[in-house]
């Protein structure tokens, strides 16, 4: 039966490539469902995330795992690609932290890490937050995300006070931030 599944999807990547894009995207959902994720899978999902966004499809990025820690290395055009490869890469289920092991933005020989590490915490920010289904930007909720020196501000407004505290939370459990400042309002 698995043999049968794989030979599916092969058939239908080379017939229908945005109806298969569409199928990764929904066993990506599927998959969430599951508690322990290996790195293999943590891999796929990221390489999926970015195959389905189309400023990012064409990333010449390399994407590695190991123990729930994704590396992202390779080249970027602009730095917003490079912030919005990390979201995608945290917001993944059974990543624990995203590292930019040696992601060259530009002509530029720093890394993104060294350019940017406010643009990068933030970017891991709002990837777990998506992540944790904890990110809206409805008209009637939503919180913004801002980082300086580490610091990362939250601002904006949720539904109720077990939302605004499961988001400082998990804000606070992200490598790299050094302090957070919320200033999320409780609404209806």
């Not at 123990?67 to 289920?93: F, H, L, M, P, T």
């Not at 040696?102 to 970017?123: E, F, H, P, V, W």
């Not at 939250?154 to 490598?175: D, M, Q, W, Y």
Request: charged share 20%; with cysteine.
């Amino acid at each position: 039966m698995k043999h049968k599944c794989v030979g599916l999807v092969c058939a239908l990547l080379m017939v229908n490539p945005i109806f298969a894009c569409e199928q990764l995207q929904h066993e990506d959902s599927v998959y969430l469902a599951h508690s322990t994720v290996n790195d293999a899978t943590i891999v796929l999902h990221v390489k999926n995330k970015l195959k389905a966004d189309p400023q990012l499809c064409n990333s010449n990025v390399t994407i590695t795992a190991v123990n729930g820690v994704v590396c992202i290395s390779g080249k970027v055009e602009y730095d917003i690609q490079a912030e919005k490869i990390v979201a995608a890469a945290q917001s993944v289920r059974g990543v624990k932290d995203v590292e930019v092991c040696d992601l060259q933005i530009g002509k530029s020989k720093m890394s993104m890490r060294c350019m940017l590490n406010d643009d990068y915490i933030t970017a891991k920010v709002e990837g777990a937050l998506i992540r944790e289904n904890l990110y809206n930007m409805s008209a009637f909720e939503g919180v913004l995300v801002k980082t300086e020196n580490g610091v990362v501000y939250l601002t904006g407004c949720v539904k109720n006070p077990v939302r605004a505290h499961n988001i400082v939370k998990l804000t606070e459990s992200i490598p790299d931030v050094v302090k957070v400042i919320s200033a999320i309002k409780i609404g209806q």
